[in-house]
C-alpha cells in the first residue's frame, strides 16, 4: 500500500517480501497427484496422435451423441438448409430444363382463349430460385399452403418428389433420435447418485474396513445395482516393467451381500482390509496427497422409470481418505416411516483406531486390548408417548 502512494519504492518491498521468505519455501512443492477418475466422474484421459480419424465416421450416430450441443444443434440446422437448397437447385433445374421460366416459350405455346390444351408446367407458380427453394420446403416440410404443386407433365419431377420425401424422413429419423438420445443419456440420470466426499478407514468386527458411504436422490430405484471397487497406483513388475496406472480389483462387502445392493436408502459400503487386499500395507502415515493411490467407486445398475443402464463413478485419493472415523447414522425412524436427512451424509466422528496396517493388525492382535471400544450406532426411533388403558366394571350393587 505504501507502494502504490509513492512513499515507499516499489523494489525496496519487492526486496523485503524476497527476504522475508524462508529458505525451505523457495523451493517448489511437489504437485498433487492427477486424478485418474474426478470426483463427478469424469475421466481424466487426453487421447493424443490418433491417426485412423475414419473410424468415427463408421459410427455416424454414436459420433453425434457425443458431440457437444452447440455441435449437434449446428449439424442439425445445416443438415435440413442443405437438403433444402440442394433440392430447391434440382426443381429449379427442372423448371428451366422444361422452360417454366422462359416466359417467352409459355406466351408462344399458350393457345387461344378457351381452348383446351395449353403449356402444362412441371411445377405449377415456379418463376425464379426463390419460388423453386420455396417449393422444396413446402415438400420436405409437408407444409402444403397449396400455391405450388406438382403436375402430371414430368416424370422426373415425380421422380424427385419421391426422392425428397424419402430424404426428409431420414434427416428426420437420425436428427430427432441424436437429439432424444442426448436428452435422455444415462449420465443424467447419475447426477443424482451421490457417494461421500471422504472415505474412511476404522475398526468393524475387530478389522480394518474401508467404507465410503453411497445414496439415491430420487424415489424412483435403480434395479439390479452393482458396485465395485479398483486401486489404481503405479506398479512395477518383478522383470521391471513400468505399469503406470495399474488397475487392481478389491472385494467389496455390503449389507446386501455380493457386489449387488438395494439402494433403498443410504448404504455404507465397505471393504475389509484382509492380506488379500492392495490396502493391506496402508497407515495414516501413507494418508497424504503425495501418495500415489486412488481409489475408484463404480455404481452401475437399470433405471426403473427409462429402462436405461446408468453408470455413476467417483475417486478417493490418498489424502482424502479418513483415519480412525466413521459415518453417522442419518436414518431415523418417524410417525411409523423411515426419513434420511442428507444434511448429515458426509458427517464422520472420530472413534478408537488403531494407528498400524492390517498386516500389523492381524501379526498383533494385542493391540486391540488397548483400545476402547465406542458405543454403537443405531438406528434413531422416536419415542411415543402410550395412552393408558382403562377398563370399564360395573359396581356391585
Not at 515507499?8 to 517480501?17: F, G, H, Q
Not at 522475508?20 to 493424443?48: I, L, S, T
Not at 501413507?286 to 486412488?294: A, F, G, P
Request: proline share 5%; with cysteine.
Amino acid at each position: 500500500m505504501l507502494s502504490r502512494k509513492g512513499i515507499i519504492p516499489e523494489e525496496y518491498v519487492l526486496t523485503r517480501l524476497a527476504e522475508d521468505v524462508p529458505e525451505h519455501a523457495r523451493y517448489r512443492a511437489r504437485e498433487r497427484r492427477a486424478r485418474f477418475v474426478g470426483k463427478n466422474g469424469a475421466c481424466n484421459v487426453a487421447h493424443k496422435n490418433i491417426r485412423e480419424q475414419g473410424r468415427f465416421l463408421q459410427d455416424v450416430f454414436t459420433t453425434l451423441v457425443d458431440l457437444k450441443w452447440p455441435h449437434t444443434l449446428l449439424i442439425f440446422t445445416m443438415s435440413f438448409l442443405c437438403s433444402w437448397l440442394l433440392f430447391g437447385m434440382v426443381w429449379w433445374l427442372i423448371a428451366f430444363a422444361h422452360g417454366d421460366l422462359d416466359h417467352s416459350t409459355r406466351l408462344q405455346r399458350e393457345p387461344a382463349e378457351g381452348a383446351s390444351d395449353g403449356f402444362v408446367p412441371c411445377v405449377t407458380s415456379i418463376h425464379s430460385f426463390t419460388s423453386a427453394f420455396l417449393f422444396s420446403i413446402e415438400v420436405q416440410v409437408t407444409i402444403g399452403f397449396g400455391g405450388r404443386m406438382v403436375t402430371e407433365e414430368c416424370p422426373a419431377a415425380i421422380l424427385v418428389l419421391i426422392v425428397q420425401n424419402i430424404v426428409g424422413l431420414v434427416i428426420n429419423a437420425i436428427m430427432l433420435g441424436c437429439i432424444f438420445m442426448k436428452t435422455s443419456q444415462a449420465h443424467r440420470r447419475a447426477e443424482t447418485l451421490i457417494f461421500s466426499k471422504h472415505a474412511v478407514i476404522a475398526l468393524r468386527e475387530g478389522k480394518l474396513c474401508f467404507m465410503l458411504r453411497v445414496g439415491d436422490l430420487r424415489k424412483s430405484m435403480i434395479i439390479s445395482a452393482t458396485i465395485r471397487m479398483q486401486v489404481v497406483k503405479k506398479t512395477a513388475s518383478l522383470e521391471g516393467e513400468v505399469v503406470p496406472l495399474n488397475q487392481i480389483d478389491i472385494q467389496m462387502e455390503n449389507p446386501v451381500g455380493g457386489n449387488s445392493i438395494f439402494l433403498v436408502s443410504p448404504l455404507i459400503i465397505y471393504h475389509v482390509i484382509d492380506k488379500n487386499s492392495p490396502l493391506y500395507d496402508i497407515s495414516p502415515v501413507n494418508l497424504h496427497h503425495h501418495e500415489d493411490l486412488e481409489i475408484i467407486v463404480i455404481l452401475e445398475g437399470v433405471v426403473e422409470t427409462t429402462g436405461i443402464t446408468t453408470q455413476a463413478r467417483t475417486s478417493y485419493l490418498a489424502d482424502e481418505i479418513l483415519w480412525g472415523q466413521r459415518f453417522v447414522p442419518i436414518v431415523a425412524e418417524e410417525d411409523g416411516r423411515y426419513s434420511v436427512d442428507y444434511s448429515k451424509f458426509g458427517n464422520t466422528v472420530k472413534v478408537p483406531t488403531p494407528s498400524c496396517t492390517a498386516r500389523q493388525l492381524e501379526e498383533d492382535r494385542s493391540i486391540m486390548d488397548t483400545m476402547p471400544l465406542s458405543p454403537k450406532g443405531t438406528i434413531r426411533k422416536r419415542s411415543v408417548k402410550l395412552k393408558p388403558k382403562f377398563t370399564l366394571t360395573d359396581e356391585p350393587s
